[in-house]
């Protein structure tokens, strides 16, 4: 082989310059986010530990149904204040129109340990479109879609009615939240998410908005969330997240708490 062929194997095993150019960029706007979030981080008096599990079946290319199971749990806190737990289980439905967007339908149900003397039992029934900013392609045998691009964006729009229940004997209350979430993910050592051995950075925002007051830990939300994920294979995917919330306990108070929790992840796709 002449010197010619050996620097262009050389070239094309490393990767081109605009590859590693996306991929750093990539990664420095995830450290700025984290870098931002930080400071509140430190000066925040609560940190929690998440679990998620989800399982889901591809019926075909248009149908999914899904199960979540998410315990969550504080771990750190003033001695002041009264820890908690809570585990939700939410059962989905899917159904792909296009290569645009996803009508999803859930019902959460979560048992939280609110304080010592107060457990609360939430049902929610909610409405989704996710919608995905860069169009996605099918394939007929693997049911699962595979993006067009490098970098997938997508957006989450939900809608709940949440109905919260009370072990201390007060009334039922029920309120109306609607949640909005824009998600990244960019794999780092392959061309697509989709294929098998992809580590991938992930990342999303979300905002939650109610005008009704419940009696809960919290009645609307800001988070910001930031990880890395590993693709075994079409049926494993793990991912580890860092989490950051701020949130305000009535929906006519300012932004005063603010906490933050890491989060395991662990899907399984039949």
């Known amino acids: 082989m002449t010197s ?6 050389r070239s094309s095993h490393r990767g ?18 984290a870098l931002m979030a930080a400071p509140a981080a430190a000066g925040q008096a609560e940190t929690q530990i998440w679990g998620d599990v989800t399982l889901n079946w591809i019926k075909s290319r248009q149908l999914t149904f899904g199960a979540d199971f998410e315990p969550k749990a504080l771990v750190s806190k003033p001695a002041d ?6 585990l939700d289980v ?11 967007f996803d009508v999803v339908g859930e019902l959460l149900v979560a048992r939280t340990k609110q304080t010592d003397d107060l457990n609360s039992t939430e049902v929610t ?9 860069l169009s996605n392609l099918k394939n007929d045998l693997l049911k699962e879609k595979l993006p067009k691009r490098r970098l997938v964006v997508r957006d989450f729009l939900r809608f709940e009615w949440r109905n919260l229940y009370y072990s201390t004997g007060e009334p039922e209350q029920s309120s109306f939240r609607l949640r ?15 294929d098998d051995g ?9 905002w939650f908005w109610t005008g009704q007051d419940v009696e809960e830990r919290y009645a609307s939300k800001q988070r910001v969330r ?9 049926a494993w995917r793990v991912e580890a997240i860092y989490v950051w919330d701020r949130s305000r306990h009535a929906a006519t108070d300012g932004f005063t708490v603010a906490d933050s929790a890491v989060e395991l992840r662990v899907r399984r796709v039949w």
């Open 198 to 206: 992809a580590i991938y950075l992930l990342g999303d925002a979300e």
């Open 125 to 133: 029934p909610r409405l989704g479109l996710r919608f995905h900013i």
């Open 4 to 9: 010619i062929g050996r620097n262009k194997a």
């Open 81 to 86: 204040v009264p820890g908690w737990a809570t």
């Open 226 to 234: 930031g990880g890395i994920g590993h693709r075994r294979s079409q």
């Open 16 to 33: 081109s310059p605009r590859t590693k150019f996306r991929v750093r960029d990539v990664a420095t706007s995830l450290l700025l986010v």
């Open 180 to 194: 909005d979430r824009v998600e990244l993910q960019y794999p780092v050592n392959r061309p697509r998410l989709t």
């Open 90 to 100: 939410t059962p989905s439905v899917e159904y792909s129109r296009g290569n645009w």
